[in-house]
């Protein structure tokens, strides 16, 4: 590790003696907990530099999926970033294994000479299992422990047990201001939806949301593979990275007072692309999926009044996918006709077929192109509307079925939704849909269905 190592040097006056801190942790992700307890440390006891470790794969934590290690010194770097005196070091997450505090406190007293003190910074929690840790004895010769409270746990009551261990700790204990804010505690906010500022940096945020950590994604019903081609997204040119970073700014701007509706947008955007990459597109479909799903309901910020308006001045009656429709009757799918019309204006090189995509999501038609099919399924499908049962029967089609099927499956349930909560159920919806029962019983997939 010498040859290649991150760690600061620290301790070459010799005359001096140094005090390094060491704030190990999963760090998954950091958060203003791990901060508080890291500064205050540093200025009780006047460390030189805190080492903030990101742990390898932690000893304590195989019981669930911890994010990649590149995410989580990713983020701890942003967090320590604009404190001179937090380094972040990837020595741990380059090591392979189980990683275990005793091997990695060995590996810094090896490498940082003797006037230099460790302090390992702990949260009382971590502190009580201390004298349970592998080689914990040498762990005690090797470094004073920094004990910072934490809520829950009664520094006093820990003291006491510690000093009945066999094994001579030394233990500085620290009063932080107690933060009740775990790793565990943000992780679940997020998949909730619910707000993580103050919690960490902002800029952690950036990164959790830009990498969509933490997501809820348990039991949507997607296979296993398909899960894992949304988790990972197709890579695209710089110039189509950039474009959908763009995109995905500008439909935040114009959803900015409807955050589930941007939310289910984004998302359509990412269910679209991996469905198009499922069903053999090329990765230019791909990205034109991704993009005509992160605008489909670019009008949904208007009123149903304020859409119907716009209707009449486009003249959106005369349009013949509209044909022997009342406008009256179609306010529910006005949004996605006026917004291929806005959209059209706005950005010149959205294609046919993605404007025909963005048009046609709630209406459907009988004969829909592959990009059309892909937004009307990705809608209807997109796991933020939750592990709804029959959306979950949906999503299990996906890479089982056709995409034919899928699409007949998926308009079948939109009219079903439609009967369930008694609203009016279009003609036109009734003809198309059995215009695909048609096509369908002739391609003999489920004649007595
Ligand atoms: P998780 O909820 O996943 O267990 P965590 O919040 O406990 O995460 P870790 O990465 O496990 O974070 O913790 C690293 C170190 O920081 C541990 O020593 C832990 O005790 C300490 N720590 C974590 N949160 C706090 C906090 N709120 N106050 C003080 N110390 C903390
Ligand atoms: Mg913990």
Not at 254 to 271: C, D, F, I, N, Y
Not at 303 to 330: H, M, Q, W, Y
Request: hydrophobic fraction near 40%.
């Amino acid at each position: 590790m010498a040859e290649k190592t991150d760690l600061p040097i620290l301790g070459e006056d010799k005359t001096k003696t140094y005090r390094l801190g060491i704030m190990g942790g999963t760090f998954d992700p950091i958060h203003n907990g791990h901060l508080v307890a890291a500064e205050q440390a540093s200025d009780e006891l006047n460390l030189d530099l805190v080492l903030f470790m990101p742990a390898g794969s932690p000893a304590f934590k195989q019981d669930r999926d911890v994010s990649s290690a590149k995410d989580r010194f990713a983020m701890t770097l942003l967090a320590t970033a604009d404190n001179p005196k937090f380094i972040t070091s990837r020595a741990e997450i380059e090591r392979e294994g189980i990683t275990y505090t005793a091997d990695t406190l060995q590996i810094l007293r090896a490498f940082y000479p003797k006037n230099v003190e460790l302090f390992f910074i702990t949260g009382a929690d971590a502190l009580l299992e201390i004298a349970k840790w592998k080689d914990s004895e040498k762990i005690a010769e090797m470094v004073t422990f920094v004990g910072a409270t934490r809520p829950g746990y009664d520094l006093d009551k820990i003291q006491v047990e510690l000093e009945k261990s066999p094994i001579p700790f030394k233990v500085f204990y620290l009063e932080v201001p107690a933060l009740a804010i775990s790793s565990s505690e943000l992780r679940t906010r997020q998949a909730e939806g619910k707000s993580l500022r103050y919690l960490t940096s902002d800029s952690v945020i950036g990164y959790i949301n830009k990498h969509h950590l933490y997501r809820a994604r348990k039991d949507t019903g997607f296979s296993s593979t398909f899960q894992a081609a949304l988790n990972n997204p197709t890579i695209f040119s710089e110039d189509e990275q950039k474009g959908i970073e763009q995109i995905e700014k500008d439909a935040a701007k114009q959803l900015e007072k409807k955050p589930k509706r941007l939310a289910h947008s984004l998302e359509v955007g990412r269910v679209a692309e991996a469905l198009a990459k499922q069903y053999g597109a090329d990765t230019k479909e791909q990205f034109k999926a991704r993009i005509a799903g992160i605008l489909h309901d670019w009008e949904k910020a208007a009123s149903v009044e304020e859409l119907f308006k716009k209707a009449k001045t486009i003249g959106l009656e005369n349009d013949p996918r509209l044909e022997n429709i009342k406008l009256e009757d179609a306010k529910p799918l006005l949004h996605g006709f006026i917004a291929a019309h806005t959209l059209k204006q706005r950005y010149p090189n959205l294609t046919e077929d993605m404007l025909n995509a963005i048009a046609l999501h709630t209406l459907g038609a009988k004969d829909m192109g592959f990009l059309e099919k892909i937004i009307f399924i990705a809608d209807t499908i997109d796991p933020t509307r939750g592990p709804l049962p029959r959306l979950v029967l949906l999503r299990c089609l996906v890479g089982k079925v056709s995409l034919d099927e899928l699409y007949f499956c998926c308009y079948r349930e939109n009219i079903d939704y439609v009967i369930a909560t008694n609203r009016y159920l279009l003609p036109q919806s009734l003809d198309i849909f059995n215009a695909l029962v048609k096509k369908r019983s002739e391609l003999d997939v489920s004649p007595s269905a």
